[in-house]
Every structure is written in structure tokens, then in C-alpha cells.
Antibody, heavy 120, light 107 residues
Framework: EVQVVETGGGLVQIGGSLRLSCGTS????????FMWVRQAPGKGLESVSY????????NYADSVKGRFTISRDNAKNSLYLQMNSLRVEDTAVYFC?????????????WGQGALVIVSS | DIQMTQSPSSLSASIGDGVTITCRAR??????LNWYQQKPGKAPTLLIY???SLQSGVPSRFSGSSSATEYTLTITGLQPEDFATYYC?????????FGQGTKLEIK
């Protein structure tokens, strides 16, 4: 059974840092690309960052470029999102999401989400 | 980033009705268009990928179609469990941007 579980959310001050982790099981982690998708309270979905299976290719939304870093450890079947210089507008539920193979890059599995609150 | 424009933002319908949601891409995305359903407090789930392919386990009352850069999600014979928010997403070019969402409510 495929499992995707985010950890590391919480309350942080403006300008602070936080690292989200995403642990996975039930499939060969290195064969899949992943992304982080966030959802601010009462708002829609926003793709934040993307990383290929090898980790060589990464991509960021303009809203987080230069502040967030996506990475992965294929030996630990884990994905990470390092978030620095956090702003109030980064407050959201952050989902770890797997890009399916053979599904035109659609997301086939999502975690339950980790809530990040940025406050003064 | 590729902009996706989804309409309507909200929709009211009755059990048994059919509804249509539209998504327009600002540029050609070669049918790399996906549809998701999200219920309150839950992660989204994939309904349709590559514009018209039904994800495994999704009821056949959901269907997708395309015409140039316009994409459509159609739900026929609405069931109580279908009242939720729907999002389109382009997966042609990262970051894979989403439409603004359509909230489907019971009339």
C-alpha cells in the first residue's frame, strides 16, 4: 500500500525557518517525481516546488523562489522542503504529492497535509 | 508559469443533474490537463488525467474533453458524494499550476 506522510509543520515567526519532511513507503521512491502543493486557509491549490526522481531537476513557484529549497533522499524514501524567510502569506497546509507514472504527470497520491502557520 | 482560468467559481445543482466545468490554458498544453476533486479537510483526489482518461476507480459519470486550449469536466447524474470542490491542473510545464477551483453545491 502506498503511503505518503508529511511531518514538521507548526507555528513559526515571520522571517523564521521550518523544514517539512515527507516519508513514503509501498513503492520504489526513486522512480517517481514529487512536488509540494500548498493551500492557504479557504483558498485554492498552489504548486510550490517540484523535484525529479533523481533529484537533478527542481522547479519553484515565483512566490517561493530563493526562499524555499526542495530536496530528497532516495536512500531514506523521503522528500523535504526547507522554508526560510517565512512570510505571513506562506501560511497554508502543505501537501506532499507524487507524480504518477504514465498519467501525464498527474498527481496520483497525496499526503494528508502539514499545517504551517507564520505569525508575528 | 502557465495560467489556468477555471469557471465557474461556484455552481449549484440538484441530485441527478448534469454539470460542466471549464478550464482554459493561456497557451498550448498538449492535453496535459488533469482534474481533481477535493472535499473539506481532505487532500484532493485524481479524477481525470491527460484531459480525458478516467483514473482507476473513478465512476464513469465523470468525463473530460478538450478543444484546443479549452478543457471540460462533465459530471452526469450527480450523486450526493459529488458535492465538493473541483480543480483543473496543467502538467505540461513545471510548476504545474492549478485553476482557481469550482465549488459544487447542492441546490
Amino acid at each position: 500500500e502506498v503511503q505518503v506522510v508529511e511531518t514538521g509543520g507548526g507555528l513559526v515567526q515571520i522571517g523564521g525557518s521550518l523544514r517539512l519532511s515527507c516519508g513514503t513507503s509501498g513503492f520504489t521512491f526513486s522512480r517517481f517525481s514529487f512536488m509540494w502543493v500548498r493551500q492557504a486557509p479557504g483558498k485554492g491549490l498552489e504548486s510550490v516546488s517540484y523535484i525529479s526522481g533523481s533529484g537533478v531537476t527542481t522547479n519553484y513557484a515565483d512566490s517561493v523562489k530563493g526562499r524555499f529549497t526542495i530536496s530528497r533522499d532516495n536512500a531514506k524514501n523521503s522528500l523535504y522542503l526547507q522554508m526560510n524567510s517565512l512570510r505571513v502569506e506562506d501560511t497554508a497546509v502543505y501537501f506532499c504529492a507524487r507524480e504518477g507514472n504514465g498519467l501525464a504527470s498527474a498527481i496520483d497520491y497525496w499526503g494528508q497535509g502539514a499545517l504551517v502557520i507564520v505569525s508575528s | 508559469d502557465i495560467q489556468m482560468t477555471q469557471s465557474p467559481s461556484s455552481l449549484s445543482a440538484s441530485i441527478g443533474d448534469g454539470v460542466t466545468i471549464t478550464c482554459r490554458a493561456r497557451q498550448n498544453i498538449n492535453d496535459f490537463l488533469n482534474w481533481y476533486q477535493q472535499k473539506p479537510g481532505k487532500a484532493p483526489t485524481l479524477l481525470i488525467y491527460a484531459a480525458s482518461s478516467l483514473q482507476s476507480g473513478v465512476p464513469s459519470r465523470f468525463s473530460g474533453s478538450s478543444s484546443a486550449t479549452e478543457y471540460t469536466l462533465t459530471i452526469t447524474g450527480l450523486q450526493p458524494e459529488d458535492f465538493a470542490t473541483y480543480y483543473c491542473q496543467q502538467s505540461f510545464s513545471a510548476p504545474y499550476t492549478f485553476g482557481q477551483g469550482t465549488k459544487l453545491e447542492i441546490k
